[in-house]
DNA sequence: GCAAAAGTGTTAACTTTACACCCATGT
DNA sequence: ACATGGGTGTAAAGTTAACACTTTTGC
């Protein structure tokens, strides 16, 4: 298709992810000690540089299963940063994604090569970050505080079956205010994508709570008729 | 900082715009004609590669007003997109922004080195685009669709002085739906963001319309108290 | 039997929707 | 005088918000 030798083009980019996670109290981020050169054992979010042949959600896919082994997360791309001075290897933009998981304190095996250890964070008292992570951090928060009141991914951050009082703390902590127990949970129910199990808690201390999992057809068939979810 | 020389890294990437635009009928894009391979002839959205000093945010300002003369969009990044192919002359990144601007028809000058003309062009009618521009400008409209209901960016659309039926028919024709007169204006009064002012349309051959401006300090004040747009 | 959380309905306030006619102006 | 769009209110339906007590279970 080129008429003349054209000059070949070339994009170092990095792609970061603001992974999300739930400990039944807190919304948690995970950061790594980075163990490399630029801001060696400064605290960051996961990233790397993509390969050239990747696509660039199949690159943020990768860097979250190198550091967890997850697949098949929630991920969604933030947005891309692009300060001039913000990598001091030279022009490097970065995209940002964030994901959203479930059951924040397992199964990470998270030793990729540049970071040395992973910890899940409080995500409202977190330290100082690498490069412009904090920044990257800010926006991702901002856009799950959003995004949690359109699209059902409270979910991703609970096992499968779950008791309607743990759903609804977790719209509490991530809402940042108190939701009155019975408006939502008739509200919650009458959207009809969350299924009754048979099934209750085990293991605790007080009247067991009936389990819930989420209906992921339902809740597609809901979507094609321009449902809106707002809990 | 570097204990050791580090490699340097370098992104060549591009900027890429959707500009939006209103001529009391339909929602329109504006399209270049390439003059330069890749894609020579090809009709595309505006864009350029990002000088290596340039913020990202920077370098789509530039491209808006290189080909419209307009300072001072709205303007937001849409998102970066990266699949590997995207680009022939090899791996390049584009991040895509969408801007919305004034009085679609005049005060274009759009003749940037490697575009020929510059046209308005119906959003929902698009031509075949050069690169993954079809996919760009999709996803601009979607995010408009979308962003229209909580952010007042249908002011953007409209000189500075416009009548509430030429507000409405902006939401009519972006939200793609009929809308009851009486309930929107009464709506969008309540706000009380809008000013009225002593002025009537001219030149109409049926009553004149009043006249509103949008008064954005009053706007960012119902802002701060956590106020939410819904038209 | 008591501590702890689960589970459950009703009412008032508010918001949204549906709907039709008279008014002002230019031709 | 007529054509064109401007401007206006009300009532019914639906949604949200506020609120407190009984039930189950483990200890």
Same mark, same amino acid.
Not at 116 to 119: F, G, Q, R, Y
Not at 145 to 164: A, D, T
């Given at each position: 298709m080129?008429?003349? $030798? ?10 970061d ?13 995970l ?10 054992k ?27 082994g ?6 969604e791309?933030?947005?891309a ?8 290897? #030279?022009? =490097? ?21 540049f970071a040395?250890? @992973? %910890?899940w964070?409080?995500?409202?008292q ?13 926006? @991702?928060?901002?856009r ?21 009082t ?6 509490? %902590? ?12 008739? $509200?919650?129910?009458?959207? #009809? ?10 293991? =605790? ?11 992921? $057809? ?11 979810? %707002?809990?």
């Open positions: 080129p008429i003349r $030798k054209l000059p070949k083009l070339h994009s170092d980019f990095s792609v992810c603001v992974i999300f996670g739930y400990d039944g109290e807190e919304l948690k981020v950061l790594i000690e980075r163990n490399e050169e630029p801001f060696a400064w605290m960051a979010i996961p990233g790397n540089l993509a390969q050239d042949n990747e696509d660039i959600d199949q690159a943020a896919a990768r860097v979250l299963h190198d550091l967890t997850l697949e098949n997360v929630f991920m791309q933030l947005q940063f692009g300060a001039p001075n913000r990598h001091p290897q #030279g022009r =490097v933009i970065t995209v940002a994604y964030y994901a959203i998981i479930k059951s924040s304190v397992n199964g990470l095996h998270p030793l990729s090569s040395t250890k @992973a %910890v964070w409080p995500a409202n977190l330290p100082e970050l690498a490069f412009d992570h904090q920044q990257i951090v800010q926006a @991702a928060l901002k799950l505080k959003n995004r949690i009141r359109y699209v059902p991914i409270g979910f991703e951050l609970l096992p499968e079956k779950f008791s309607l743990e759903l609804q703390e977790i719209y509490e %902590v991530i809402l940042d205010k108190p939701i009155d127990k019975r408006n939502f949970r008739k $509200k919650i129910l009458s959207y #009809g994508f969350l299924t009754e199990l048979n099934q209750k808690q085990t293991g =605790v201390s007080h009247r067991a709570a009936r389990l819930y999992k989420f209906n992921q $057809k339902q809740y597609e068939e809901l979507k094609q008729n321009g449902f809106y979810f %707002v809990p």
